[in-house]
């Protein structure tokens, strides 16, 4: 999904990072610190609801992880 917005907060709920999906649906979401952070996609027009939230534990510098959120379509 192009345009989606994906967002990552600190522990606190301090926003640490934001990106847009591209056409093709990726994103590179860059927080530049370690710790743990929740990844949020944000609503998107045309689609039901958000994906549910991601905790993820960044324990070194430049740490990665891979974080798939699914949208509902709402095409069964």
Request: proline share 3%.
């Amino acid at each position: 999904m192009a345009g989606a917005v994906i967002v990552a907060t600190d522990t606190t709920g301090q926003s640490v990072g934001r990106a847009t999906s591209a056409a093709d649906g990726t994103y590179l979401l860059k927080v530049g610190e370690t710790g743990t952070f929740v990844i949020t996609a944000l609503p998107v027009t045309g689609l039901m609801g958000v994906p549910a939230s991601v905790t993820v534990t960044l324990a070194f510098s430049g740490a990665t992880a891979h974080v798939d959120l699914v949208y509902d379509t709402g095409i069964r």
